[in-house]
C-alpha cells in the first residue's frame, strides 16, 4: 500500500543529508497521518466518539500537530504558541476518561476547515524548524532534533491507535478508499500445533548511543535467561478462537481472571469486539467494512480475552499453556533471525504498511517455521510494562511512560501491518490497559516457567517516597546520609566488639540495614512500617527501588536507586527485614551486640517500656545506639509518655535526662552525646534539616 | 512579733561569713514557715481546701521542702531525690486549679508525722549543702548558692500565702497562739485627702550585678515620666469602704469592669471577703480569729472591687480617681523617702513582721504625709505585670514570671505586715490573679493621665512566634537572616534609583519592612494575617516584641528581640504596617519605585490576578522582586490558580515560566533568577531549610 520509510539512523550520516532524510520522514509522516482521515465520510463524522470514554475523531487530528507545538515550546525551540486555543483543546484527553472529564461542555470544538488550517501552519513551522536548527550527527537525546523525532514518531503511533478508533465508527461515518484496501485472501485456518524453542539469554534495552530515535522506556538493560518453551507455529486465528467462543468462553468465569471478568460483566462481550453475527454468518469488522469472517486471519482481541483463552486451552489439554512474557517473546524473535530496521532488506512481516489495510492469514508470512513472528497484529504479553534496570524519563515528555508502570497496562509485541517508524522496530514497548483494544491478537506458549511479574512500580507513596530519597539519595544541603552516618557511627561506637547480630529498630526504608552490614555478620531491620519494610525487601530482593518525588507543585521526579551504585550489592544476603512493633518484638528477636534505633523513640506509643525492656534482646555487652531530634508529638506518643521535652512534676526534663534515668543502671553511656544532622527532601527546593542527638549506651547488667 | 532578718548581700563580705549568713536565713525562714503552722488546730485540719479549688494545707507546707529538692536535681546539686513520692505529690497545684486537676483520687495524702520528717530530711540535706557547697562573693544567677537562696525566697513567699490560706480556713480549724498576735489598737478612720505628688522620672529594674536575690522579673530597666498627681493620704480603710458598699457597690454593674461583675455575679459578693455581718454588727476575719470591725484598719479586698471603688468614688466627686499604676505607685514610693532592705535602720511600716499578726490602723505608719506607704497591706495597682526590657527567664526557674505574663495578673506593691526577703524589698514584683486576695487593699490617686497597659505580652501563637523567630531572631545553620537578605537583594536591584515610596506585600512580622527603610524614604508593610501585623506594630510602636518558641516538646525559650539591637531603630518612624489582601489593596497604596513579595505568590488564591494587577501600584521604572520557594498548595491557591508547578494543557510548567507569561509585557527581567535561603526554626533540633527563588522585574510599560 503506502510503505513507510525507515527510520532515520541518528548516528550516521552528514548533518545536511540527516536534515533532508528528517524533513523527508516528517512530511511523509504528515502525509499519511492526514491520508488515513480520506476515510472519514463527513465533517460530521469527526465529532463523533468511537468509544463514550474516548474524544470524537477531530481530537486525534488536531492532537499530532498540537503535540508538536507544546514540545518545542517546553524544550524552548519556538517563541511563542501557534494557536494557543487549539494547543490547549488538543493537548489531553489522549486516553479513555471518565465520564465528568468528558462533559460536552468542556469542549468546544472547532470548524474542521480551521483544523485543517491549523495542521498546515504546524507543518510549515516544523519544515521551517528543520531546515534552520543547527544539527549535528549523532543526534542525542537532549538535542532540538530529537524533539523533532518526538513528534515524528508520536504521529505515528497515532497513525495505528486512530486507525484503531476509526475502526470502532459506525459504517456510515467511515467510507471505503483505494488507499486503504482490505486484504482479499481468506480461507479455512491451519490447525495450530506447539513448536519448541530452545533456551537462551535474551538481552534487552538500549544504551543511549544506539542509533535510532527511541522511548525512554526501551533504554537501560535487561537480562535474562530462558528455559525451552514451546510456541504456537501460528498466531491464534478466529477459527481457533471460535472454538472458545463456542465452548462458552465468555459465560464461563472460570477461565478469567478477576479483572477480565469484572470486564466481562460490565462490556457484556459474548464474542470479540470486531466480530459480527448475523444468524448463521460471521463477518468480521475492518478498518472502513464488515466482511464475511476471514477464518484463517489472526483473531483481534484485548490481553483478558486472549488470557481467558489461554486458561481454557490449558485445562482443555492438560498442558501449562500460557502467553508468553515479553523475554520469552524476544527469545522466539531472536531464534528467529528476523531481520530488525534500518537493517532489513525487505519487511520481516505483513507489517509498516507494506501491504493490505487489514490483517492476512495467519500462514503469509512464516518464518523459522513460525508465522507471523512479527507483524500481521500485536502479540498480547503476561509482561506489565516497567522501565528496565538504568531506566531514565526524558525530561520533555516525563509522562509518556512513568504512568504506565503500574502493573496495569501489559506489553503488545511484534507490531501489526500499520505499525510504522520505532513501532516496527525491535526495540520499542508499547504498552495498554488490558481491556483496550488495538490491531492485537495471541501466540500461545507452553511452558512451566513461571511468570515473574515485575513490581517494582514507582513508589508514589509521598511519605514512602520521601524516605527512599532520605535514605538512597543524593545527599541535599551538604549534610552526609544520614543512615549511612549512623552506621559508621555505630562502627566507630562498637570498637574491636565482634558484632555477629545487629538489629536496625525502626529501620524505615532500610539504608542503615544495609550500611550495618558492612561489618556485623547478619543485620536484622525491623520497622512498625509494612509500606517502608516494602522498600528495603524491594531493595534486597531486586537490588534496585523506585521512587516519585515531588519537585515543584505536581511536578515530579522519578528516581532509580540500586544496592551496587552505593556498594552495598554484597550486604543483601546479611539482611533481613520484618514488620514489628519495637514495644513487642517476637522472642527470635535476642542476643544482639548491637542494636541502632534512629529516629525511632519519639515515634513510639511507649518509650520508657522500650527502654525498660531492649537489654533483653541484647547480648552482655551489647551496644545500644539511639539517635533522636526530640520531636515529640502527641499525635505519635502520649503526652505522659514522652521521655522528656516536657514538665514532670513541675519542673522542666530533657529527653537526655529522660533518656539517663530510663536507662540507668542497666546501661552505662559511652562518651559524650552528640548531635547528627539529616536532612528531608519536601521537593526540590524545601527540604526539613534537623539535628538528632546521638547516645550510645552499653549493656552493663 | 518575729521580725525576720534582712536579706543576705549576695555581693559584700567573705564567703565564709556568707556561707553562714545564708545558712541562718534559711533556718531562721524553714523556722517561721513551720512556725506557721502552729496555728493549725489539729492533723485533720491539714486535710481542709481553704478554697474549693486549692489543694488543701498540707500541700503547702510539704511544698517548699519539695521545691528545694526538685530546684536542687535541676540544677544537678544533688544526685538523687530525697523522696520521689513527695516529690512528685508537693510538687504541683500551687496557684487555683480547674475541679478536674483536684479530683480527690489524684491524691492520697500522707501522714502528717511523714511530712514533718521529710522536712527534717530536707533541712538537713540543705543545711548539709549550704556547708559543702563552692561559694565565692559575689553570688550570681548560675552559682550554686542562687538556688539556694531561690528556695528560700520560695519559702518566704510561702510564708504569706499560706496565711492567705489558712484565714480561709473555717475557725474551727485554727487557733490563737501568742506567737501570731492580732492588733489591739482600731478606732474611728480618719477622713482620707488627697495630697499632690510631684511629677518626676521613675527608673525601674535591676541590673544583673544587683546586691540582692531577685526573681527574673525584677531584672531589665524601665524609665517613665511621671506628671504629677494626687494619692489618697491613707490606705482605704473599712470605714471608707464601707460607703461603698451602703451605697450599693456590689449591686451595681456600672462600676464594675466586665471582668469584676463577671466575678462578682459567680460569688455573690456583698461585701469584702472577710467581712462578717451579724445584725448591725460588722466583725472582720483575722488570721485565726474574728474581731469587732476595725474600721480604721484598711480594707482588704481583690483588685476588682478595688477598681470598682475607684469608679464609684470617681463618679461620685466627678474627678479621675483611679488605682495608681506601678510606675505611678513607685513615683510616691521616691518621693516619700522611705528606705529599702539592706539600708533601712528601721523597718519602714507595718512590714517584715515586725508587729502584730494583722493591719494596725491606717495612721500609725506615715512617711512624707502619707499612711502606710509600704507594709499594712499590699496595694493593688492598675499594672498587669510583665517583663521590663531586658527580662530574661532563669533557666532554673522558667515559669516563675513567664506565666503571668498574660495581661490577666495585676501587680501589687508594698508589702504587707507578713511580707519579708525579697517581698520585702523595693524591686520586688508580685502580680496575682485579679480576683485573688491577699493581704491587699488599696491607695486611689487623682490623675489625667491615662493607664497604659502594656500588652507586649509573649506571643505564643505557634506560627506568628515562628515568624517572629524567622525574621528577628538568631541566624540558623549559618544561613543569613533572610528579610535581611531579601532587603539588601532589594537595594542591589533597584541601584541608583532613588526610592521615595517602597511596598512590602506580604511583609508578614515585618523585618523586611524596616529593613528597607533603611535605603527607601518610607515603607508600607502589608499582610493578610492581622496576627502577623500586630508584631510589625508592636516592633514599631514599642520597639520590642517578645514570644515564645518550642525547643523540645513542651519545653520553651523566652526570646525579647529589639529594633534597636538590630540597628533599626532610625527606621521606625519610616515604616507602616496594615493588614490587607494583596489581591485587592487599597487605592491609597500606589505609586511605589519598589515593590518586595517574599515568600507571597504561592500563599495568594489568585497569583495570576495580583502579577497583572500589580504594574497599577508602581512607578514606572519600578522595580518588582519576587521570591518563591514555589511551594504551591491547594490549601492556599486552587490547582488551577498554580501560576506554574503542573501540567497545564498535558505539558509541564514551571513557576518561572508562568512568572514570565504573567508579567510580560509590562515587565522586563532584570538579570538572572537566583536563589535564596532561608531556615524557620521549629524547635531547637529542627528546621525547614528552603530556597526561594528570587527574580526582579522592571516595569517598562
Not at 168 to 175: I, S
Not at 596 to 622: C, Q, S, T, V, W
Amino acid at each position: 500500500m503506502h510503505a513507510q520509510p525507515i527510520v532515520p539512523q541518528l548516528d550516521a550520516g552528514s548533518a545536511e543529508a540527516k536534515r533532508e532524510e528528517i524533513r523527508g520522514y516528517f512530511h511523509t509522516t504528515w502525509d499519511i497521518y492526514e491520508k488515513l482521515f480520506d476515510v472519514m465520510s463527513s465533517d460530521e463524522s469527526y465529532l463523533v466518539r468511537p468509544d463514550p470514554l474516548r474524544h470524537p475523531v477531530i481530537f486525534y487530528l488536531g492532537h499530532t500537530a498540537c503535540f508538536f507545538v507544546n514540545k518545542l515550546v517546553l524544550a524552548k525551540l519556538i517563541p511563542e504558541r501557534v494557536n494557543p486555543r487549539f494547543e490547549s483543546i488538543f493537548a489531553i484527553g489522549v486516553d479513555e476518561m471518565s465520564w465528568d472529564d468528558l462533559d460536552e461542555k468542556n469542549y468546544d470544538w472547532p470548524e474542521m476547515a480551521a483544523v485543517w488550517e491549523y495542521r498546515r501552519q504546524v507543518r510549515e513551522m516544523v519544515d521551517e524548524l528543520i531546515s534552520t536548527m543547527p544539527l549535528s550527527v549523532p543526534i542525542g537525546w537532549n538535542d532540538p532534533f530529537w524533539v523533532i523525532m518526538m513528534g515524528i514518531e508520536h504521529e505515528r503511533i497515532h497513525l495505528e491507535t486512530s486507525a484503531v478508533l476509526i475502526r470502532q465508527l459506525p459504517l456510515e461515518y467511515v467510507e471505503s478508499t483505494p488507499d486503504w484496501p482490505i486484504c482479499e485472501r481468506s480461507g479455512d485456518a491451519p490447525a495450530n500445533e506447539l513448536l519448541p524453542v530452545p533456551g537462551g539469554t535474551v538481552v534487552l534495552g538500549k544504551d543511549r548511543s544506539h542509533g535510532l530515535y527511541g522511548w525512554d522506556n526501551e533504554y537501560g538493560r535487561r537480562e535474562s535467561d530462558i528455559p525451552p518453551f514451546r510456541a504456537s507455529k501460528y498466531l491464534v486465528s478466529n477459527d481457533e478462537f471460535r472454538k472458545f467462543v463456542d465452548d462458552g468462553g465468555y459465560a464461563t468465569e472460570q477461565w478469567w481472571t478477576t479483572e477480565g471478568w469484572s470486564w466481562r460483566q460490565y462490556v457484556e462481550a459474548v464474542m470479540p469486539r470486531f466480530w459480527r453475527r448475523e444468524g448463521e454468518q460471521w463477518r468480521l469488522r475492518c478498518l472502513t467494512a464488515e466482511i464475511p469472517m476471514p477464518w484463517n486471519w489472526p483473531v483481534e482481541i484485548n490481553q483478558l480475552e486472549a488470557k481467558a483463552f489461554c486458561n481454557w486451552q490449558a485445562h482443555r489439554t492438560g498442558r501449562p499453556v500460557r502467553l508468553p512474557t515479553e523475554d520469552e517473546w524476544y527469545r522466539l524473535l531472536d531464534i528467529s533471525g528476523v531481520g530488525d530496521m534500518p537493517h532489513w532488506d525487505t519487511t520481516p512481516g505483513h507489517l509498516n504498511l507494506d501491504g493490505p489495510a487489514s490483517s492476512v492469514p495467519v500462514t503469509e508470512n512464516m518464518t523459522a517455521g513460525f508465522g507471523d513472528v512479527v507483524g500481521n497484529v500485536w502479540q498480547h504479553t503476561e509482561t506489565p510494562i516497567s522501565g528496565f534496570p538504568g531506566f531514565e524519563v526524558h525530561p520533555f515528555y516525563d509522562d509518556f511512560s512513568t504512568p504506565t508502570f503500574d502493573t496495569r497496562h501489559n506489553l503488545i509485541k511484534g507490531g501489526s501491518w500499520i505499525s510504522t517508524g520505532n513501532e516496527a522496530t525491535r526495540d520499542s514497548r508499547y504498552a495498554f490497559r488490558r481491556h483496550f483494544y488495538q490491531f492485537a491478537g495471541l501466540r500461545y506458549i507452553e511452558t512451566d516457567a513461571p511468570v515473574e511479574v515485575q513490581d517494582d512500580i514507582y513508589e508514589t507513596d509521598d511519605l514512602v517516597s520521601q524516605y527512599c530519597e532520605f535514605h538512597y539519595g543524593d545527599e541535599i544541603l551538604g549534610v552526609p546520609n544520614f543512615p549511612r552516618a549512623c552506621a559508621e557511627l555505630c562502627r566507630e561506637a562498637v570498637g574491636k566488639r565482634k558484632i555477629s547480630r545487629a538489629l536496625d529498630l525502626g529501620c524505615a526504608t532500610g539504608r542503615s540495614t544495609f550500611e550495618l552490614a558492612r561489618f556485623a555478620d547478619f543485620v536484622t531491620g525491623i520497622d512498625f512500617s509494612a509500606r517502608f519494610i516494602k522498600v528495603g525487601h524491594e531493595m534486597q530482593q531486586n537490588g534496585r527501588i523506585r521512587y516519585v518525588i515531588p519537585d515543584e507543585g505536581e511536578l515530579v521526579s522519578y528516581r532509580e536507586q540500586t544496592l551496587a551504585d552505593l556498594d552495598l550489592a554484597d550486604t543483601a544476603d546479611k539482611v533481613e527485614f520484618w514488620q514489628g512493633d519495637a514495644h513487642n518484638l517476637k522472642p527470635r528477636f535476642d542476643n544482639y551486640d548491637l542494636v541502632l534505633a534512629a529516629n525511632l523513640i519519639d515515634r513510639l506509643y511507649d518509650p520508657a517500656r522500650f527502654l525498660d525492656e531492649i537489654h533483653g534482646r541484647m547480648a552482655p555487652g551489647g551496644v545500644l545506639v539511639l539517635l533522636s531530634p526530640y520531636t515529640w508529638l502527641e499525635e505519635f506518643t502520649p503526652r505522659d509518655k514522652w521521655l522528656g521535652g516536657r514538665k514532670i512534676d513541675g519542673e522542666n526534663v530533657t529527653t537526655l535526662d529522660g533518656l539517663q534515668a530510663a536507662l540507668t543502671p542497666r546501661f552505662r553511656l559511652m562518651g559524650e552525646p552528640r548531635d547528627v544532622e539529616f536532612v528531608i527532601r519536601e521537593t526540590a527546593r524545601k527540604n526539613q534539616h534537623t539535628r538528632s542527638q546521638m547516645s550510645v549506651w552499653e549493656r552493663v547488667e
